[in-house]
T-cell receptor
Framework: AQSVTQLDSQVPVFEEAPVELRCNYS??????LFWYVQYPNQGLQLLLK??????LVKGINGFEAEFNKSQTSFHLRKPSVHISDTAEYFC????????????FGKGTRLSVIA | DAGVIQSPRHEVTEMGQEVTLRCKPI?????LFWYRQTMMRGLELLIY????????DSGMPEDRFSAKMPNASFSTLKIQPSEPRDSAVYFC?????????FGQGTRLTVV
C-alpha cells in the first residue's frame, strides 16, 4: 500500500523568502500525486497535481512541485511567500486506476512571519 | 456546481446522543469519501463509496459509526452513541478520479 511522509510538521519562514515543503511517498508502481492547502476553518483545496508528463507542475498562488521518481519525492516550492500563504499543506497520493482513495501525509503547517 | 456540501457546519452534542452528518457530492462524481481530522491523527479515511456502494470501511473506528449512501447525491455518517473522543472535523469528498473535492467540513464537539 502506498504511504506519504511529510518530513516537517511545522515550517516558519519570513515573508518574501523562498520555501520548500517536503513530501516523500512509498509505492512500487505509478502514482498520482497532489498537494492540498487548508486555511483555518476551511476544507482542503487543491494546489496542484501530478498525473503524468512534465515532472515540474505549476499550481495556484505561485506554487510549484517537482516529481522525482528516483527519489520518490514531490516537494512543494514557492520562490517568495506571502502572509496569506500561512496554512496547513497536505501531500497526497493515489493509484492511477482510480479505485483507491487519496492517502494523505500528516500535513505541514507553514507560518509566514512579517 | 456548488461543490461538495456538508451539513451542519458545526454540531455540539452531549455524550450518548446520536449524531448524523450529511454530505451532498458533486454531481457526476462516482466516488465519495468520509475523512476525520484531528490534531493527534491528522486526516484519516473512514469509509468510501463507489457508485453508492461501500468499498472499504476499515477506517471506521467502531461499530458506533455507520455510513450510508442511499443515492448518488446524498450520504450520511452517523455516530450512535457519541463519545467525547469523537470530537473532530469530519470531511466529505467526492472525486472524478483525477482530483478530490472537499466540503467545508463539520466540526463535531461531543461534551
Amino acid at each position: 500500500a502506498q504511504s506519504v511522509t511529510q518530513l516537517d510538521s511545522q515550517v516558519p519562514v519570513f515573508e518574501e523568502a523562498p520555501v520548500e515543503l517536503r513530501c516523500n511517498y512509498s509505492s512500487s508502481v505509478s502514482v498520482y500525486l497532489f498537494w492540498y492547502v487548508q486555511y483555518p476553518n476551511q476544507g482542503l483545496q487543491l494546489l496542484l497535481k501530478y498525473l503524468s508528463g512534465s515532472t515540474l507542475v505549476k499550481g495556484i498562488n505561485g506554487f510549484e512541485a517537482e516529481f522525482n521518481k528516483s527519489q520518490t519525492s514531490f516537494h512543494l516550492r514557492k520562490p517568495s511567500v506571502h502572509i496569506s500563504d500561512t496554512a496547513e499543506y497536505f501531500c497526497a497520493v493515489t493509484y492511477p486506476s482510480g479505485n483507491t482513495p487519496l492517502v494523505f501525509g500528516k500535513g505541514t503547517r507553514l507560518s509566514v512571519i512579517a | 456546481d456548488a461543490g461538495v456540501i456538508q451539513s451542519p457546519r458545526h454540531e455540539v452534542t452531549e455524550m450518548g446522543q446520536e449524531v448524523t452528518l450529511r454530505c451532498k457530492p458533486i454531481s457526476g462524481h462516482d466516488y465519495l469519501f468520509w475523512y476525520r481530522q484531528t490534531m493527534m491523527r491528522g486526516l484519516e479515511l473512514l469509509i468510501y463509496f463507489n457508485n453508492n456502494v461501500p468499498i472499504d470501511d476499515s477506517g471506521m473506528p467502531e461499530d458506533r459509526f455507520s455510513a450510508k449512501m442511499p443515492n448518488a447525491s446524498f450520504s450520511t455518517l452517523k455516530i450512535q452513541p457519541s463519545e467525547p473522543r469523537d470530537s473532530a472535523v469530519y470531511f466529505c469528498a467526492s472525486t472524478d478520479r483525477a482530483e478530490a473535492f472537499f466540503g467545508q467540513g463539520t466540526r463535531l464537539t461531543v461534551v
